[in-house]
């Protein structure tokens, strides 16, 4: 059974940080490309970032130079860093392999101003 399980969410203030991270069990962690997605009250779920089992990254334009997405496979886990944290980041963050219906439970980010 495939289990992927965040944490590090929690209540920040603004210009703060975060680290999420996000542990696979139950599949072959090198398989898949892992993103992080997030969905703010009211709104769509969005991407926020992915990684590959290379190291190569992509990143939604509101997070550039601010998030840092990576991965230990060593520990089958993917971690966001999170910096200069503002309040429209506030968000569920989701774990999820592209590709697979596999999503984490999400832990929530939130930023005050």
């Known amino acids: 059974q495939v289990q992927l399980v965040e944490s590090g969410g929690g209540l920040v203030q603004a210009g703060g940080s975060l680290r999420l991270s996000c542990a696979a069990s139950g599949m072959v962690f090198g398989f898949y490309v892992m993103g992080w997605y997030r969905q703010a009250p009211g709104k769509q779920r969005e991407s926020v970032a992915d990684i590959t089992n290379s190291g190569s990254t992509n990143y939604v334009d509101s997070v550039k130079g601010r998030f840092t997405i990576s991965r230990d496979s060593a520990k089958n886990t993917v971690y966001l860093q999170m910096n200069n944290l503002k309040p429209e980041d506030t968000a569920v963050y989701y774990c999820?392999?592209?590709?697979?219906?596999?999503w984490g439970q999400g832990t929530q980010v939130t930023v005050s101003s």
């Open positions: 999820h392999a592209e590709g697979t219906r596999w």
